[in-house]
């Protein structure tokens, strides 16, 4: 039989329970080591047939070959021990993490690069090791928004510059999470109505006014979105446009808090398009949801949810009537219709 590839780092682990314990387990990971050492006459059958046992006579050549391997295994044993990390190959890659080298991190550090360092690899979700006091973990979204003619964004140290600035050349304006964390502010003309859209190409194509804030609250992600309405005045009106399904309607029931809550937008003629664009739901309506729908949108989800269809927003963004709507909405605060 072959030898084994000693450089696999599961042998260590083998043949220090050999050593400590005086017997092994079979499993697939050290099966071919465990044929190999028993070929060779260091171990042999214990009571159980999954059960290796530890020849005494052949103790020192295990024992010279665990050195051989892993040269500082009982510095390290004791170091697990000292520290509280557990014995075992995760427990020593926490252990030798630790001894790398670290530089003092800024007050603000990506998360995924937090956990890449003391973690099994960047989207491992739980470090091992917590950041100290000071320092906070970010998630660094960006947060996509048209603005509305005249609004102004102010920095910490004072600077304020019209968002039109960058949104004429660029056709948006992205705030990066980092600037919102650092104090940014609204300022400048506040808008007649704000609305959140769901998807991406809704949100870029939505023939809103020049009056009006849009902003892409992408899904589930409504945490930035929410900062932002935080920051312009109380009372504002404000819509939110997405897919009618149970998902979208879902995000619209979560969204808002006591102080701001926004409406549904579903233009009453949004009707017309069952016929031609309804979609088959995979799965069943959930029960009805509170605010799950406003006096105009109820007839349609009504059906939606009778007939297992659901209808996806950006099938209304070239219908001629969206733009008045639109403008409906800045004049009456009232549903398209």
């Not at 220090?16 to 006459?41: H, M």
């Not at 665990?66 to 000292?82: N, T, V």
């Not at 947060?143 to 509305?148: K, Q, V």
């Not at 979560?254 to 309804?278: I, N």
Request: some cysteine; charged content about 25%.
């Amino acid at each position: 039989m072959s030898a084994p590839d000693w450089s696999c780092p599961d042998h260590q682990w083998t043949l220090l329970a050999l050593l400590q314990q005086g017997e092994v387990t079979r499993n697939k990971g050290n099966a071919a080591l465990l044929d190999w050492l028993q070929g060779a006459g260091w171990i042999g059958q214990g009571p159980k047939r999954e059960l290796l046992r530890l020849v005494l006579a052949r103790r020192a050549e295990i024992a010279a070959r665990l050195d051989a391997l892993w040269p500082q295994w009982r510095a390290d044993l004791a170091a697990l021990e000292r520290e509280g990390l557990p014995c075992d190959p995760a427990g020593l890659r926490r252990l030798r993490r630790r001894r790398l080298p670290l530089r003092r991190p800024p007050a603000r550090i990506h998360r995924k690069t937090w956990t890449a360092r003391f973690g099994a690899h960047s989207k491992a979700g739980v470090p091992d090791e917590h950041p100290p006091e000071g320092i906070a973990l970010t998630d660094d979204d960006l947060l996509r928004l048209r603005p509305n003619q005249g609004l102004a964004l102010r920095l910490r140290d004072g600077t304020q510059a019209e968002c039109a600035h960058w949104a004429l050349p660029l056709g948006e304006l992205v705030i990066p999470e980092r600037a919102l964390e650092r104090g940014l502010v609204l300022a400048g003309t506040r808008p007649r109505w704000i609305m959140t859209v769901e998807n991406l190409g809704a949100y870029l194509d939505l023939p809103a006014p020049e009056d009006a804030l849009v902003i892409h609250q992408p899904g589930w992600n409504t945490r930035l979105a929410a900062r932002l309405i935080a920051l312009l005045p109380a009372g504002l009106p404000w819509w939110h446009f997405g897919d009618l399904d149970p998902k979208g309607l879902a995000i619209f029931a979560s969204l808002g808090d006591a102080a701001a809550k926004p409406r549904h937008f579903v233009p009453a003629w949004w009707r017309d398009y069952l016929e031609t664009h309804a979609l088959a739901l995979t799965g069943d309506w959930p029960q009805a949801q509170d605010r799950s729908a406003d006096a105009q949108g109820s007839e349609l989800i009504q059906r939606l949810r009778a007939m297992g269809l659901w209808l996806e927003q950006e099938a209304i963004l070239l219908d001629p009537r969206l733009i008045e709507a639109l403008a409906c909405l800045s004049l009456d605060r009232q549903q398209g219709s």
